[in-house]
C-alpha cells in the first residue's frame, strides 16, 4: 500500500463501551472527526467545561504500567491502545470522547478500536502529512530496557521481550503500515505473569482486569479464554504499546527503532529525547555570520588531540596488570597515568564479538561493556599505586550511570578516570568515556584490591 502523503480523519462519529482495565468503571468511547492539524486529543464529556488533553509527550504524567495524560486535576489512563489503532490505521486528527477516566479495554488489544475506525470510514484531509525522518541515531538505555532509533526510509520496530527471569522471551520485527499494523500487530493482547497481580491489586490497579481481556502467564502455562493469537503475541503486544506512545510525538516517524524489553517509561522517554532534538533543531540560531570564504580558508584545522596517538602502557603491560583477556579485554592502551588520574584508549571496531547479537545488522557497542572498561581502567590505575605486590582490582559497584549516546563500530573510546579517594584498598572514582570530544557514558565506580 502506498504510503498516505495528506492527513486524514474519519468520515462520521462512532462509539464503543465497556469497562476501564485499571479503573474498572464502566465508559463509553465516542470518536469524533476533526479538522486538518488538529491532532488527537481526549475529551472529558463526563466532567464540567468538558476539558481536553492533548495526545502530546508534554502531557504524561504517568507510565506505571500504562500511559496516562493529564492537564490540572484531570487524568486519561491507559491510552496507548486507543492511540495505537489511530496511529497504525492512519487517523491524524480525531476528538477520543470519554465519560470516565480511562478508554474501554475491550479483548485487550486494538482489535476493536480498529474495527470501530474502519465503521467510521478514512476522510483524506487538504492538508500533508509532515512525517519527521531520524537522520542521526537517538539511543536509550534504562535498567535492562535499551531503546535505539536509527535513520530508515520507513518506520519498522525490531522488538525483543521477556521477563526478568528470561521466561518467554520473543522477537519480531515489522515495517509498519496500515496493513501489516492490522495483520501483525492491531489483534495481540495484553499480557501479565500471574505474580504480578497481587502487586497490581495492592496499587489499585487492574479493577476491570480478566482473562476476557487480557492473558496471564502462570509458571509455563497459559492462561486465557481462546488460544493465542500469534505465537508469539507478547512481543508483538509490546510492539502495538510502542505504536501507541510513539503517537504522542505528534508526527509519523521514519526511522527503524530496536528495543529491548521496552516499557512505557523508556517508550515515553524516547518520545521526549526525539521531540527535544525536533525543537533544537528548529530553534533560531544566533551566532555570529560566517566569515568570508577566503578567511574560512586560511583558517587551520581544528588541533589533533594528542592523547589519541600517546602510549604509556600498552596492551601487553596493560595485561600485566589487570587479569582480563579476549574477549573480555576493553582497553587497548593507556594514554595518560598519573597519579590520581588516567585515560585509557579503546578502538572500536565491528570485529567485536558481541555486535554479532548486539543488534544483527545495527551494530552498537553495549552500554554495560563501556562501564566495564571505565572499571578495568581504573583497575589499572588502582595496580599502578599498589604495584609492590600481584593484586586484582575487584568492581564492587556504580552509581551515576548515565548513557549518552549510541558508539558504534570505528569510534575511539577515550576513557577519563579520576580517583575521587582511596582508602586502603578501596578506591572511588568518577569515569567518563568520550567520543570525538563527547561524553558518551559516565558512572562513579568502586573497585577492591585483593591479593591474586
Known amino acids: 500500500m502506498p504510503a498516505v502523503l495528506s492527513q486524514q480523519t474519519i468520515k462520521r462519529s462512532v462509539s464503543f463501551s465497556g469497562v476501564g482495565l485499571h479503573s474498572g468503571n464502566r465508559v463509553t468511547m465516542t470518536l469524533v472527526p476533526a479538522p486538518a492539524g488538529h491532532g488527537i486529543r481526549f475529551r472529558r464529556v463526563d466532567l464540567e467545561a468538558r476539558p481536553e488533553i492533548e495526545a502530546r509527550i508534554e502531557n504524561v504524567v504517568d507510565t506505571q504500567r500504562s500511559t496516562t495524560l493529564g492537564k490540572g486535576s484531570v487524568r486519561i489512563h491507559t491510552v496507548e491502545h486507543v492511540l495505537a489503532a489511530l496511529s497504525g490505521c492512519g487517523v491524524d486528527n480525531v476528538v477520543v470522547e470519554l465519560d470516565a477516566n480511562e478508554p474501554p479495554i475491550a479483548d485487550g488489544s486494538a482489535r476493536e478500536y480498529c474495527r470501530l475506525i474502519h465503521s467510521a470510514g478514512l476522510q483524506?484531509?487538504?492538508?500533508?502529512?509532515?512525517?519527521?525522518?531520524?537522520?542521526?541515531?537517538?539511543?536509550?538505555?534504562?535498567?535492562?530496557?535499551?531503546?535505539?532509533?536509527?535513520?530508515?526510509?520507513?518506520?519498522?520496530?525490531?522488538?525483543?521481550?521477556?521477563?526478568?527471569?528470561?521466561?518467554?522471551?520473543?522477537?519480531?520485527?515489522?515495517?509498519?503500515?496500515?496493513?501489516?499494523?492490522?495483520?501483525?500487530?492491531?489483534?495481540?493482547?495484553?499480557?501479565?505473569?500471574?505474580?504480578?497481580?497481587?502487586?497490581?491489586?495492592?496499587?489499585?490497579?487492574?479493577?476491570?482486569?480478566?482473562?476476557?481481556?487480557?492473558?496471564?502467564?502462570?509458571?509455563?502455562?497459559?492462561?486465557?479464554?481462546?488460544?493465542?493469537?500469534?505465537?508469539?503475541?507478547?512481543?508483538?503486544?509490546?510492539?502495538?504499546?510502542?505504536?501507541?506512545?510513539?503517537?504522542?510525538?505528534?508526527?509519523?516517524?521514519?526511522?527503524?527503532?530496536?528495543a529491548v524489553r521496552p516499557s512505557h517509561t523508556a517508550n515515553c522517554e524516547l518520545v521526549r529525547q526525539l521531540d527535544a532534538r525536533c525543537r533544537r533543531a528548529n530553534m533560531p540560531a544566533f551566532a555570529p555570520p560566517p566569515a568570508p570564504a577566503a578567511q574560512a580558508a586560511s583558517q587551520p584545522p581544528p588541533p589533533h588531540d594528542p592523547v589519541l596517538d600517546a602510549c604509556v602502557l600498552d596492551v601487553s603491560e596493560i595485561m600485566k596488570l589487570i587479569p582480563h583477556r579476549y574477549p573480555f579485554l576493553l582497553v587497548d592502551r593507556i594514554a595518560l597515568l598519573e597519579p590520581e588520574r588516567i585515560i585509557g584508549i579503546k578502538n572500536v571496531t565491528i570485529n567485536e564479538p558481541f555486535f554479532q547479537g548486539h543488534f544483527p545488522g545495527h551494530p552498537i557497542f553495549p552500554g554495560v561493556l563501556q562501564l566495564e572498561a571505565i572499571a578495568q581502567v581504573a583497575g589499572v590505575l588502582m595496580r599502578k599505586r599498589f604495584a609492590d605486590k600481584p593484586q586484582i582490582a575487584y568492581f564492587m559497584s556504580a552509581e551515576e550511570v548515565k548513557w549518552r549516546k549510541p558508539v558504534l563500530p570505528g569510534d575511539t573510546l577515550v576513557i577519563e578516570v579520576d580517583?575521587?579517594?582511596?582508602?586502603?584498598?578501596?578506591?572511588?572514582?568518577?569515569?567518563?568515556?568520550?567520543?570525538?570530544?563527547?561524553?558518551?557514558?559516565?558512572?562513579?565506580?568502586?573497585?577492591?584490591?585483593?591479593?591474586?
Open 419 to 452: 580517583l575521587l579517594k582511596a582508602r586502603g584498598k578501596v578506591g572511588k572514582a568518577r569515569g567518563t568515556c568520550k567520543v570525538r570530544g563527547e561524553v558518551v557514558s559516565e558512572a562513579v565506580v568502586t573497585f577492591m584490591l585483593m591479593d591474586a
Open 124 to 258: 483524506v484531509q487538504d492538508a500533508p502529512r509532515q512525517p519527521y525522518a531520524v537522520t542521526e541515531p537517538l539511543a536509550l538505555q534504562m535498567g535492562d530496557t535499551l531503546m535505539h532509533l536509527i535513520p530508515a526510509p520507513e518506520f519498522r520496530i525490531t522488538c525483543t521481550s521477556a521477563d526478568k527471569a528470561g521466561r518467554y522471551t520473543q522477537f519480531f520485527s515489522l515495517v509498519i503500515t496500515p496493513d501489516s499494523w492490522e495483520r501483525e500487530l492491531a489483534h495481540a493482547r495484553t499480557f501479565c505473569f500471574f505474580e504480578e497481580i497481587e502487586y497490581l491489586i495492592k496499587n489499585g490497579l487492574i479493577k476491570g482486569g480478566s482473562l476476557e481481556n487480557a492473558v496471564v502467564i502462570r509458571d509455563d502455562a497459559v492462561l486465557t479464554t481462546e488460544p493465542l493469537r500469534y505465537p508469539d503475541e507478547f512481543v508483538r503486544h509490546k510492539m502495538l504499546d510502542i505504536v501507541g506512545d510513539l503517537a504522542l510525538f505528534g508526527r509519523p516517524i521514519l526511522g527503524h527503532l530496536v
